[in-house]
């Protein structure tokens, strides 16, 4: 192998190189290498490597380097100053425009749209602005910048100020700047200035201009818009205002209690003080009020004043106390409002704690239901509490009130309950139900019981002791319905409290359960009796519960003893107190007593859409309340239980199934 390599060697040096000389050396040399990698075979620290594998080692080894990235965008524009002068239908100036060019060469950098600029400098050299790129904001002018760094461009512009019934404004146009800060100046002072698409935050007045310096949000126009500023001469006009004052006085032991709720209404003017006269050895405690800055008492008159001139309205509520003796003849503390040309609102007095108020005598007061005096009155459960109107009339009309209160030794007494409650129950194979729901209820201090009826029920009517009512509602959407009161000292005698109401289900099938709902109370129940009247073809049993099938039996309760009045003519039936008769066995009666049931049941429903046809044309008369008589018809069951709980909707679970002819016939 040596000779081979000296004779290739030779034979190089002798032949003259031509123009295919490098290809012969690339011959030669790749035959000589190959030569030695079968030497390399057995040669120890040679290392043989396919040429890819060489190329990839070198490339790790020496990596080449990549030009970086560019920017994502060319240029940015990092701030707009504006610097304006308002003259008469043009606000001229100069616009500052801070741009960061990211790279090298020509970029394009937009001016703001809707200026109109005068001339543009850059390092103090004019520059020419060349329209966009067509069909991209064609008409938007742009500076081309060629170097990369920060630049200022300053233009010279002007902005047409618009009018508009008796306002002027100017609008600067959105940018895609972080930072926008415009400065504007008017000939002019006495001006409101309002501002939209960014802040004010400075506005000064100086010799005969305005100035103001304001933030915009960038993305968003910025519109200065200005009026003439009006004189407002209602804080020198004589104050003229009317008040409303209720006072209520709780009758303790040791102490009397008093709160006052005052509103102001002022129709002239503006109010810096309120002024309330106060009777001898009253101390006032405290006075509240979103406008209320301070207040003094000072003799017998206490001054509220206000944070600011109340222009229209004020309310504020003052509490106290005196000292007034324990029962006997007590003359009541009343406060009024002084410098009104109207005062109105009321008094209410309460007794705290077991007593009677006894022999009222006033002056310039009218008697009173404690529901016309507000929240802070009707809310009050007080035993004993009477409650008095202003008297219309001249502010200075002289009030008084003395009366007498009559203590009793504290006695544990129940509040109100539920003796007894009667329901009566109609169903159809249908699904409604018509209910007729009466409580016997004896009460000491509740003024309303609050019957939630079931989901989806309709009310028909209520009454009170046999009287149509008128039920309110609460929140939740229960009824409220008013509840006398019995007075102090006595027992409260049992009165008659009824509902009736439509409910819907499921229609029957041939068999099934049945869940009646009945209404939910805020009082307890100590005994319950129901009845339920089913349709005729039906035969119905009780499922074990809160309910047991007993003997019907009259009801307990004196109120519930006499059955509601009702009316005599469209087939309407009055309810029976006797017992009810059973219902007829199927099994029993033949195809003519079997027709006889089925136009029975007929009857049912026809009742039950009568019922709801002069419901509704009642209500559509706006004759409310009504008075809507109960159907008893049909077979019956009858039901009791004892002891429901307040708040909770007692249920009885039934299972009905029709009887079949016997034998086919």
Same mark, same amino acid.
């Given at each position: 192998?040596? #000779?081979?390599?000296?004779?290739?060697?030779? *034979?190089?040096?002798?032949?003259?190189?031509?123009?295919?000389a490098p290809s012969l050396f690339a011959l030669l040399f790749l035959f000589a290498a190959s030569s030695f990698a079968q030497i390399a075979t057995h040669s120890p620290g040679w290392v043989v490597l396919p040429v890819d594998e060489y190329r990839t080692l070198h490339a790790k080894a020496y990596p080449i380097e990549r030009d970086p990235e560019p920017p994502p965008v060319e240029a940015t524009l990092t701030r707009v100053d504006y610097d304006l002068r308002i003259d008469t239908e043009l606000a001229s100036g100069r616009a500052s425009l801070t741009v960061d060019v990211l790279r090298d060469g020509w970029v394009r950098v937009p001016v703001p749209a809707g200026l109109l600029v005068r001339e543009a400098r850059l390092d103090g050299k004019l520059v020419s602005l060349v329209p966009g790129v067509s069909g991209k904001a064609g008409g938007q002018l742009s500076a081309l910048l060629s170097h990369s760094g920060r630049a200022v461009l300053l233009l010279e512009?002007?902005?047409?100020?618009a009018s508009s019934t008796g306002e002027e404004s100017i609008t600067l146009p959105s940018t895609a700047s972080g930072v926008t800060r415009a400065s504007v100046q008017l000939p002019r002072q006495g001006v409101d200035v309002r501002l939209s698409g960014g802040f004010l935050s400075e506005k000064s007045e100086s010799g005969a201009e305005s100035k103001w310096i304001a933030y915009g949000r960038g993305n968003e126009a910025l519109t200065f818009a200005w009026r003439r500023k009006t004189e407002d001469h209602r804080a020198t006009q004589p104050l003229r205002m009317r008040g409303s004052l209720t006072q209520l006085l709780g009758l303790g032991e040791d102490s009397t209690s008093i709160n006052a709720e005052v509103n102001l209404e002022i129709t002239q003017g503006a109010a810096r003080v309120a002024k309330i006269q106060l009777p001898d050895k009253v101390t006032i405690n405290q006075v509240l009020g979103a406008m209320v800055a301070d207040w003094e008492v000072k003799a017998n008159e206490l001054s509220v004043t206000f944070l600011e001139p109340v222009e229209q309205n004020a309310r504020f509520v003052v509490t106290g106390e005196t000292r007034s003796p324990r029962e006997g003849q007590i003359?009541?503390?009343?406060?009024?409002?002084?410098?009104?040309? &109207?005062?109105?609102?009321?008094?209410? @007095?309460?007794? /705290?704690? #077991?007593?009677?108020?006894?022999?009222? !005598?006033?002056?310039?007061?009218?008697? %009173?239901? #404690?529901?016309?005096?507000?929240?802070m009155v009707s809310s009050r459960q007080s035993p004993s509490l009477a409650a008095f109107r202003f008297r219309a009339g001249d502010a200075k009309l002289s009030r008084s009130l003395s009366l007498k209160v009559t203590r009793y030794t504290p006695q544990a007494v129940l509040m109100a309950n539920v003796s007894e409650a009667r329901y009566q129950v109609l169903i159809s194979n249908e699904g409604?139900?018509?209910?007729?729901?009466?409580?016997?209820?004896?009460?000491?201090?509740?003024?309303?019981? !609050?019957?939630?009826?079931?989901?989806? #029920?309709? /009310?028909?009517?209520? =009454?009170?002791?046999?009287?149509?009512? &008128?039920?309110?509602?609460?929140?939740?959407?229960? *009824?409220l319905l008013p509840l006398d009161k019995a007075r102090a000292g006595e027992e409260a005698p049992e009165f008659a409290v009824e509902v009736i109401y439509l409910s819907r289900g499921t229609a029957?099938?041939?068999?099934?359960?049945? &869940?009646? %709902? *009945?209404?939910?109370?805020?009082?307890? @129940?100590?005994?319950?009796?129901?009845?339920?009247y089913h349709p005729p073809l039906f035969k119905v049993t009780s499922e074990q519960g809160a309910f047991r099938t007993a003997p019907y039996e009259n009801p307990v309760s004196s109120a519930l003893s006499t059955p509601a009045a009702s009316g005599t003519g469209g087939g309407v039936f009055a309810a029976s107190t006797s017992s009810p008769a059973p219902a007829p066995s199927l099994s029993d009666t033949d195809g003519k007593d079997d027709s006889k049931l089925r136009r029975s049941q007929v009857a049912t429903e026809a009742l039950l859409d009568k019922f709801r046809a002069d419901s509704l044309t009642g209500?559509?008369?706006?004759? /409310?309340?009504?008075?809507? =008589?109960?159907? %008893?018809?049909?077979p019956s069951l009858y039901l009791v239980s004892e002891l429901t709980g307040e708040n909770q909707a007692p249920s009885a679970?039934?299972?009905?199934?029709?009887? !079949?002819? @016997?034998?086919?016939?």
């Amino acid at each position: 192998m040596p #000779a081979r390599l000296a004779e290739i060697l030779a *034979l190089k040096k002798r032949t003259a190189f031509s123009l295919f000389a490098p290809s012969l050396f690339a011959l030669l040399f790749l035959f000589a290498a190959s030569s030695f990698a079968q030497i390399a075979t057995h040669s120890p620290g040679w290392v043989v490597l396919p040429v890819d594998e060489y190329r990839t080692l070198h490339a790790k080894a020496y990596p080449i380097e990549r030009d970086p990235e560019p920017p994502p965008v060319e240029a940015t524009l990092t701030r707009v100053d504006y610097d304006l002068r308002i003259d008469t239908e043009l606000a001229s100036g100069r616009a500052s425009l801070t741009v960061d060019v990211l790279r090298d060469g020509w970029v394009r950098v937009p001016v703001p749209a809707g200026l109109l600029v005068r001339e543009a400098r850059l390092d103090g050299k004019l520059v020419s602005l060349v329209p966009g790129v067509s069909g991209k904001a064609g008409g938007q002018l742009s500076a081309l910048l060629s170097h990369s760094g920060r630049a200022v461009l300053l233009l010279e512009i002007a902005i047409p100020v618009a009018s508009s019934t008796g306002e002027e404004s100017i609008t600067l146009p959105s940018t895609a700047s972080g930072v926008t800060r415009a400065s504007v100046q008017l000939p002019r002072q006495g001006v409101d200035v309002r501002l939209s698409g960014g802040f004010l935050s400075e506005k000064s007045e100086s010799g005969a201009e305005s100035k103001w310096i304001a933030y915009g949000r960038g993305n968003e126009a910025l519109t200065f818009a200005w009026r003439r500023k009006t004189e407002d001469h209602r804080a020198t006009q004589p104050l003229r205002m009317r008040g409303s004052l209720t006072q209520l006085l709780g009758l303790g032991e040791d102490s009397t209690s008093i709160n006052a709720e005052v509103n102001l209404e002022i129709t002239q003017g503006a109010a810096r003080v309120a002024k309330i006269q106060l009777p001898d050895k009253v101390t006032i405690n405290q006075v509240l009020g979103a406008m209320v800055a301070d207040w003094e008492v000072k003799a017998n008159e206490l001054s509220v004043t206000f944070l600011e001139p109340v222009e229209q309205n004020a309310r504020f509520v003052v509490t106290g106390e005196t000292r007034s003796p324990r029962e006997g003849q007590i003359d009541i503390p009343v406060l009024r409002l002084l410098n009104t040309e &109207r005062e109105t609102g009321g008094l209410a @007095v309460e007794v /705290l704690g #077991a007593g009677e108020i006894k022999d009222l !005598k006033s002056e310039g007061l009218d008697s %009173a239901d #404690a529901t016309d005096l507000g929240e802070m009155v009707s809310s009050r459960q007080s035993p004993s509490l009477a409650a008095f109107r202003f008297r219309a009339g001249d502010a200075k009309l002289s009030r008084s009130l003395s009366l007498k209160v009559t203590r009793y030794t504290p006695q544990a007494v129940l509040m109100a309950n539920v003796s007894e409650a009667r329901y009566q129950v109609l169903i159809s194979n249908e699904g409604k139900t018509l209910v007729q729901a009466r409580y016997a209820v004896r009460n000491n201090q509740r003024n309303f019981l !609050k019957i939630t009826l079931p989901p989806g #029920a309709m /009310l028909w009517s209520a =009454s009170l002791a046999g009287k149509p009512v &008128r039920p309110g509602q609460s929140p939740d959407g229960s *009824l409220l319905l008013p509840l006398d009161k019995a007075r102090a000292g006595e027992e409260a005698p049992e009165f008659a409290v009824e509902v009736i109401y439509l409910s819907r289900g499921t229609a029957w099938n041939d068999k099934g359960q049945f &869940r009646l %709902a *009945l209404p939910a109370l805020d009082l307890p @129940v100590s005994r319950t009796g129901l009845l339920v009247y089913h349709p005729p073809l039906f035969k119905v049993t009780s499922e074990q519960g809160a309910f047991r099938t007993a003997p019907y039996e009259n009801p307990v309760s004196s109120a519930l003893s006499t059955p509601a009045a009702s009316g005599t003519g469209g087939g309407v039936f009055a309810a029976s107190t006797s017992s009810p008769a059973p219902a007829p066995s199927l099994s029993d009666t033949d195809g003519k007593d079997d027709s006889k049931l089925r136009r029975s049941q007929v009857a049912t429903e026809a009742l039950l859409d009568k019922f709801r046809a002069d419901s509704l044309t009642g209500k559509r008369a706006g004759i /409310l309340p009504i008075r809507v =008589s109960f159907p %008893a018809f049909g077979p019956s069951l009858y039901l009791v239980s004892e002891l429901t709980g307040e708040n909770q909707a007692p249920s009885a679970g039934l299972t009905y199934q029709h009887e !079949k002819k @016997v034998g086919g016939k």
